[in-house]
C-alpha cells in the first residue's frame, strides 16, 4: 500500500512511529506538510498573512503526485476543520481511503466517523491498529479501528495499545526532514507513553478509559538502554540537544536513577522534558542539570490546592512547586510553569495569590492559557453546557466569572510577571490593571522570544518552521 501522512505543522513523534510500523511492514509511506502559517488552530491566526503564505494548493499537488491508496490524518480538536478540508480535497483528487487518529477521533469516534470525508477511524495507539487495517482493509476493523458500512459505523474491538514499548520500531527519523530539511534540528524522543495522573481536562483521561478493556495501561515506560540506543544510533549530524515529550519526565523516580548517569555518560546532548511538581522533585533537580537538563516545564494551573485536585483533578502541594522552582532554577535549569485561566470558579483573590507566589517563587517564564474543554475529558463532562470545544485558545470563552477585560489583565501580568525586577513584582502582584493594554497573542510571542533558552524546542522550531517556509514563498519573488 501506498500511505500518505498529511500534516499540519511540527514534527510529531507520533507519525514517527507510525511510518515505521508501516515501512516495516513492507508499505511505502510519505508525508506532506501543509505548514498552515499564520492560521494555526487555536494560537496564532493573521488571516491576510494566511492567504498569501499559504502551501495548502501545493500539499494537495504533492499528495495528487504521490496517488496514494490511503491518506492518514493526526487530528487534534483545533485542527479538525483543516483535517476535514484536506481529506475531502484528496478523496476527490486521488481516490485514496482516509483514516482519521489522534485525540479527537479517540474521544469523538462516532461524529468523526460520520464525517463524510472520513473513512476509518483509529482510536488510541495505532502501531498495532493501523498496519492491521492496511493489511485487511476490506475486512472487518482490527482491534481499535472503526470503519463504516452503507454510511453506519462498523466498530472494532476496543483498542490494545502495545504493552512492550521497546519491542515496536523506533520511529522513522528521517520522514520529517524528507518533507522539509526545516526538521532536522534537535531531537525527539519519548521514554514513556501515558501519565500516572488524573487531571481533569487532559486527554490521558480519554486514553485510560479506552485501554481500561486492553487490560494494558495507560502508563508504560521504556527500558533506559532502549532510549539510549535510539539515541546513540540517532542518524544524520549530531542533533545539538534533546526534547523528551513524556508527560511527566519524574514518573518514575527509580528509572530516572539509573537512566541520568547512563545519558549523561553516553549521550551527553542537553536536554528539556515536562516535570511534575511533587515532593521529591526538588531533590531530583541537581542530578537533572548534571546529566544535562537545561529547561524543565511544570503545571501549576492555580493557586488554590484544594480547587485544583477538586476541579482540574491535580494534587500538588503549592510547598512542593515552590520548592522544586528554586532548585531547579539554583541547579541553573530554566523554569517554564504553566497557568490555566478562565475557570469557571476563579476568583480576583485567587489571581493574587498567584502572581504573589510568583513574585516570590519566580520561574524563569509563564504559559498562561485560558481553559478549553475537550471532548471525552471528565471537565467537559461536567461542565457540559458551558461551551464546547470550538472557542479560541486565545481569548478567554467565558468560563469565568471575571469579565474577558479583566481576565486579559491577569494574563498579561502573569506573562510578564518573571521579567520584572523583585521590587516591581511583589509592587504589581495585585494589580493587573496597568497591564490590561498589552494583552493578546503579540504578548505571548514576545515573551516566548524574548526570554528563552537558547536550545528551547517548542520556540525554535516555531522560528524555524516559519523562516524556512516564508522563504520558500518568497524565493520565487526574487526578493
Not at 397 to 423: N, V
Request: charged share 20%; glycine share 8%; hydrophobic share 45%.
Amino acid at each position: 500500500m501506498k500511505v500518505l501522512f498529511v500534516h499540519n505543522g511540527y514534527e510529531s513523534l507520533g507519525i514517527e512511529y507510525l511510518s515505521a510500523g508501516l515501512k516495516a511492514a513492507g508499505h511505502e509511506v510519505r508525508l506532506v506538510i501543509d505548514p498552515c502559517l499564520f492560521d494555526e488552530a487555536g494560537f496564532w491566526r493573521v488571516p491576510a498573512l494566511a492567504r498569501f503564505f499559504s502551501f495548502k494548493e501545493a500539499a494537495l499537488r504533492e499528495a495528487e503526485a504521490f496517488r496514494p491508496d490511503f491518506a492518514a490524518f493526526s487530528v487534534f480538536t483545533d485542527t479538525l476543520p483543516w483535517a476535514l478540508e484536506m481529506a475531502l480535497e484528496i478523496k476527490a483528487r486521488t481516490g485514496a481511503r482516509t483514516v482519521f487518529g489522534g485525540i479527537h477521533p479517540s474521544a469523538a469516534p462516532e461524529t468523526t466517523l460520520a464525517e463524510s470525508a472520513v473513512d476509518f477511524v483509529c482510536l488510541g495507539e495505532g502501531d498495532l491498529a493501523l498496519p492491521a487495517l492496511l493489511a485487511a482493509p476490506d475486512g472487518p476493523p482490527p482491534p481499535g479501528i472503526w470503519g463504516k458500512k452503507n454510511g453506519r459505523p462498523v466498530k472494532g474491538a476496543p483498542p490494545a495499545p502495545p504493552a512492550d514499548l521497546d519491542a515496536i520500531p523506533r520511529p522513522d527519523k528521517r520522514l520529517f526532514p524528507s518533507a522539509a530539511p526545516v526538521f532536522s534540528s534537535g531531537y525527539l524522543v519519548s521514554s514513556s507513553r501515558g501519565c500516572p495522573h488524573a487531571c481533569a481536562y487532559c486527554c490521558n483521561s480519554v486514553y485510560r478509559e479506552l485501554y481500561k478493556a486492553s487490560g494494558v495501561p495507560c502508563l508504560r515506560r521504556r527500558s533506559p538502554e532502549s532510549v539510549l540506543a535510539e539515541l546513540e544510533a540517532a542518524s544524520g549530524p549530531k542533533p545539538g540537544f534533546v526534547h523528551f515529550t513524556d508527560e511527566v519526565f519524574n514518573s518514575d523516580y527509580a528509572w530516572l536513577e539509573k537512566f541520568l548517569p547512563l545519558y549523561k555518560e553516553r549521550v551527553g546532548l542537553p536536554f528539556s522534558c515536562f516535570v511534575f511538581p511533587d515532593a521529591r522533585l526538588a531533590a531530583l533537580a541537581p542530578a537533572l542539570a548534571a546529566a544535562g537538563c537545561f529547561k524543565a516545564q511544570l503545571g501549576v494551573q492555580r493557586f488554590d490546592e484544594e480547587r485544583r485536585a477538586e476541579l482540574l483533578g491535580r494534587r500538588a502541594a503549592n510547598a512542593d512547586i515552590a520548592a522544586a522552582i528554586r532548585a531547579l532554577k539554583a541547579a541553573g535549569v530554566y523554569v517554564t510553569c504553566d497557568n490555566i485561566l478562565d475557570l469557571p470558579d476563579e476568583s480576583e483573590a485567587e489571581l493574587r495569590e498567584l502572581a504573589a507566589f510568583y513574585a516570590a517563587n519566580t520561574p524563569d517564564h509563564n504559559e498562561v492559557f485560558f481553559l478549553r474543554l475537550y471532548p471525552g475529558t471528565p471537565l467537559a463532562a461536567r461542565l457540559a453546557g458551558r461551551k464546547d470545544a470550538t472557542g479560541g485558545l486565545m481569548a478567554p470563552s467565558g468560563h469565568s466569572p471575571l469579565t474577558p477585560r479583566r481576565q486579559a489583565a491577569w494574563f498579561s501580568l502573569l506573562t510578564l510577571l518573571p521579567r520584572l525586577p523583585a521590587f516591581a513584582r511583589r509592587f504589581f502582584a495585585g494589580r493587573p490593571g496597568a497591564f490590561a493594554p498589552l494583552g493578546g497573542l503579540g504578548l505571548r510571542v514576545a515573551a516566548r522570544l524574548l526570554s528563552r533558552p537558547r536550545r528551547d524546542f517548542h520556540t525554535g522550531r516555531f522560528l524555524r518552521l516559519y523562516s524556512h517556509f516564508i522563504f520558500a514563498k518568497l524565493k520565487p519573488w526574487n526578493w
